[in-house]
């Protein structure tokens, strides 16, 4: 934490983009951070350029960016709100940073996540061209699945399926993409594996132990094998009826490292803050330091950003 | 938090809240660092370690294990979660040293056909440990019995659970068991019918939880022909798995009660009564009841309605009433 300020240093590099026609606002391309210091009623605000006008503070929020860490599981998960702002900034974020991406695409088409992408600074047509970016479109690529012939299996050949097997079309899928070969390419930096979202595989027919077994493969292979990192976003919804579903985000929170859980407010939809976020980090095989374990923060979503702020200290409201 | 985890209510059920005070010596201190560990491990049998998203409990299993392997136990583990690597790290080499890990993460359905998976699957490397044969004080860690149970059908995995526990009393050397089998286990992924059938064949269970940065675990023991013991400490674990066990947090920001044993009398706030008075009661009792047939009813009968409120019916026939009895409906084509 920065000694200055409790808060400051957490998410300077949440440059992220709303994941729908939020907000007409038009703000600089920046990330607002209001904190309150302890004196309690003046205001910072704290902007963190992208173009590099101001310092890059290295982001808590990525875990095994340095060289000696293994890979992690980051879990991104919402319950009555919409987390995809989330997997908008991890894409750009790890396209940015130079890293190998896959990205299952499996709830919009490419050129949502293209326009939004372009907001955020970043170009998936010119990622995919160059090889950084291997995009599986499921909207699209599910056709193919019916209607054209494949020698070895399609990676969503589970829809054909009459019982939903096990995902290792698509964990083989995954597995080639973000595999090292040698001297062909650039050096991309360490392997990123996007899923977004593993509850539409449970809306598939897939069985929530063959969703986990897939992530399982995937941990073991990009995080353990390729020292990469893999980052999933699941839906929670809350009310404990779908059994299925709280089996995997349950069994998912085990395996993570980090949990970015958004929730929306509990009274109610506010213009201002549009839900808060919490933050928990986990070492699923270390004792976890019982400080700083996990935070609360509440956030608003604009055009090209979100603003984070601590509880109650929306600008609105002070 | 996720998955509507709550800090779980800390039950303190039969045996109390047992609240180390420190004993200020360092003798005493070490002696209460070691009781803990000591008494989880000092009888065999199949122990649950019971942990939630929020209170993970692989951090305690790897203190168990270290002691264990301190103890000179040979140690076996199943390491189904994290990978081996993840798994060793915190132990010294002479700890490594002593533990022998089958490695079920990296390839446990055998997608990647190489051949290196462990034969059978997950079932094939459950009862591969049952058929162990060296002699001697054995410690198996499965991580995690959820895993497990998740890809085996729940019977299977009770009948090699208590296979394995029970190994050296069908050799019949001894009467104390020598098999000590550590099993993790993920609250929130099982439903009540599996956990209920764990913890019938568990002698120890240990469920994790905690307040605000303060761990704690309810140890509930079951020995046969004696009285389950219960007690809860409070500890915190070092990165070198040792355990350091303190005493609780002050009791005003203790957890409240276990809500299904609330202090709350539920007395207080009702809308009707439950008690009567002495004069509410006579009255009670002189009340004659309406089907009673006592002898003023009966005099009250027969004698006529004198000044007392009888009940009169009092009809006008309509015009196109007909009083005929013997053709009510007058549909008689008589």
């Known amino acids: 934490m920065d000694s200055a300020g409790s808060v400051v240093s957490v998410a300077p590099q949440l440059l992220i983009q709303s994941a729908g026609s939020r907000s007409s606002e038009c703000s600089r391309n920046s990330i607002t951070f209001s904190t309150s210091p302890l004196t309690g009623r003046s205001r910072q605000d704290v902007a963190w350029s992208r173009r590099g006008q101001s310092r890059e503070r290295s ?31 991890f894409l750009s974020f790890y396209l940015r940073a130079n890293c190998k991406v896959c990205f299952l695409a499996l709830v919009q088409s490419f050129s949502h996540y293209n326009i939004v992408g372009q907001k955020l600074g970043v170009s998936l047509t010119v990622a995919r061209e160059r090889g950084q970016l291997v995009f599986l479109e499921g909207l699209k690529s599910s056709m193919d699945v019916f209607f054209q012939a494949h020698k070895e299996p399609h990676p969503l050949q589970f829809l054909r399926e009459v019982n939903a097997g096990n995902l290792q079309p698509l964990f083989e899928f995954v597995r080639e993409a973000l595999k090292p070969v040698d001297n062909r390419e650039p050096a991309w930096r360490c392997p990123v594996l996007l899923v977004d979202d593993l509850s539409l595989l449970l809306s598939l027919g897939v069985g929530a132990v ?109 | 938090m996720v998955g509507g985890i709550n800090d779980p209510p800390l039950s303190s059920g039969g045996g109390g809240l047992w609240v180390l005070t420190p004993s200020g010596s360092a003798p005493g201190e070490t002696r209460r660092k070691s009781e803990m560990l000591d008494s989880l491990l000092a009888f065999g049998g199949l122990m649950l370690l019971r942990d939630s998203v929020e209170w993970e409990g692989r951090s305690l299993l790897k203190a168990l294990i270290k002691k264990s392997a301190l103890c000179g136990e040979q140690v076996h583990i199943l390491g189904c979660e994290v990978s081996e690597e993840e ?80 190994q050296n009393s069908s050799l019949g050397d001894s009467s104390v068991q020598q098999v000590r089998v550590l099993g993790l286990l993920h609250e929130e992924l099982h439903g009540p019918g599996p956990l209920g059938a764990l913890s019938s064949l568990a002698q120890t269970e240990v469920i994790l939880g905690g307040t605000v940065g303060q761990a704690s675990a309810y140890i509930l023991c079951r020995r046969p022909q004696q009285r389950p013991t219960h007690q809860t400490n409070w500890f915190s674990i070092l990165p070198d798995f040792s355990l350091d066990v303190q005493e609780g947090p002050p009791v005003e920001s203790q957890p409240h009660p276990d809500p299904h044993t609330s202090l709350v009398d539920p007395m207080t706030h009702l809308t009707f009564n439950l008690r009567l008075s002495k004069k509410e009661r006579e009255a009670k009792d002189s009340l004659t009841l309406p089907f009673q047939f006592s002898s003023e009813k009966q005099q009250a009968l027969l004698r006529p309605g004198q000044g007392q409120a009888t009940s009169h019916v009092f009809y006008e026939p309509d015009a196109y009433d007909d009083l005929d009895q013997e053709d009510p409906d007058d549909d008689l084509d008589i």
């Open chain 1, 59 to 89: 982001c808590r929020l990525h875990p095994g960016r340095r060289a000696h860490d293994p890979g992690k599981l980051t879990l991104l998960c919402d319950a009555k709100t919409d987390g995809s702002f989330l997997v908008h900034h």
């Open chain 1, 210 to 318: 063959a969703v986990l077994d897939f992530v399982h493969y995937c941990r073991a292979t990009v995080c353990c094998e390729f020292k990469g990192n893999v980052v999933a976003l699941v839906h929670d919804s809350g009310d404990g009826e779908d059994e299925e579903n709280d089996i995997l985000l349950n069994g998912l929170s085990h395996q993570s490292h980090l949990i970015l859980r958004t929730e929306g407010l509990s009274t109610g939809f506010c213009r201002d803050v549009h839900g808060q976020l919490k933050i928990l980090w986990r070492r699923p095989s270390q004792p976890t330091a019982q400080r700083d374990r996990s935070l609360i923060y509440q956030y608003k979503i604009q055009d090209k950003n979100v603003s984070f702020f601590a509880k109650g200290m929306s600008p609105a409201v002070l």
């Open chain 2, 87 to 166: 798994f060793r790290e915190g132990f010294t080499s002479d700890i490594n040293n002593c533990l022998v890990y089958h490695d079920l993460f990296r390839d446990p359905l055998n997608w990647s056909k190489t051949g290196e998976a462990l034969p059978g699957g997950p079932l094939g490397a459950l009862t591969a440990m049952c058929r162990r044969t060296d002699p001697g004080p054995v410690t198996i860690a499965l991580d995690s019995l959820s895993w497990l149970l998740l890809h085996l059908p729940c019977t299977t995995l009770c009948q090699n659970l208590h296979a394995l526990s029970h």
